[in-house]
T-cell receptor, first 109, second 119 residues
Framework: KQEVTQIPAALSVPEGENLVLNCSFT??????LQWFRQDPGKGLTSLLL?????REQTSGRLNASLDKSSGRSTLYIAASQPGDSATYLC????????FGDGTTLTVKP | GAVVSQHPSRVICKSGTSVKIECRSL??????MFWYRQFPKKSLMLMAT?????????EQGVEKDKFLINHASLTLSTLTVTSAHPEDSSFYIC???????????????FGPGTRLTVL
């Protein structure tokens, strides 16, 4: 059974700082890994999708990496802004998606 | 990207009544849709996978007679919570998978969620 763990559960940083969110999974047989953002009481916004054959994906200030052999992915956020404050979820997909519990990020002005 | 809508966004009902939640793929045809439930401060729990024209596949521990799923067309799936009770109060999110290629690289697009409160 696939298990997805996200560390830390919560993170608070000052504005402008670069930061890394971690996601680990137990079964490396995945099709893809996806990072999402969830604002309080809202649905999910897809940030980055990494296929199993890829090592990383970039979108603006976000960079996600994937190391299937070690069962790890990182989401790098450069020059963080207060608007980045949200819960970040990673999900790994085989026949279905399994989500981690998320990291709640607070960026202080 | 592909857009998925859910209706209603928020519903309050009395205990014992049934509630139907709709999930629509607005600009693509989704052969597969997924229903998730999210508890406060917790992650998404997959409830069931529905394929158009066939019965839904429920995850272990999910009561299929309580959570009825219908995927009657390529753009619509419905979740009906029957005889709802306060413990069914939760945030329900659907997603639709865009078909393409071998299928295993399908990206999921998520609806905005439905907040169900059972009094």
């Amino acid at each position: 059974k696939q298990e997805v763990t996200q560390i830390p559960a919560a993170l608070s940083v000052p504005e402008g700082e670069n930061l890394v969110l971690n996601c680990s999974f137990t079964d490396s047989a995945i099709y893809n890994l996806q990072w999402f953002r969830q604002d309080p009481g809202k649905g999910l916004t897809s940030l980055l999708l990494i296929q199993s054959s890829q090592r990383e994906q970039t979108s603006g200030r976000l960079n996600a990496s994937l190391d299937k052999s070690s069962g790890r992915s990182t989401l790098y956020i450069a020059a963080s802004q207060p608007g980045d404050s949200a819960t970040y979820l990673c999900a790994v997909r085989l026949s279905k998606s399994t989500f981690g519990d998320g990291t709640t990020l607070t960026v202080k002005p | 990207g592909a857009v998925v809508s859910q209706h209603p966004s928020r519903v309050i009902c009395k205990s014992g009544t049934s509630v139907k939640i709709e999930c629509r793929s607005l600009d693509f045809q989704a052969t597969t849709m997924f229903w998730y439930r999210q508890f406060p401060k917790k992650s998404l729990m997959l409830m069931a996978t529905s394929n158009e024209g066939s019965k839904a596949t429920y995850e272990q521990g999910v009561e299929k007679d309580k959570f009825l799923i219908n995927h009657a067309s390529l753009t619509l799936s419905t979740l009906t919570v029957t005889s709802a009770h306060p413990e069914d109060s939760s945030f329900y999110i659907c997603s639709a998978s865009v078909p393409g290629g071998s299928g295993k690289y399908n990206e999921q697009f998520f609806g905005p969620g439905t907040r169900l409160t059972v009094l």
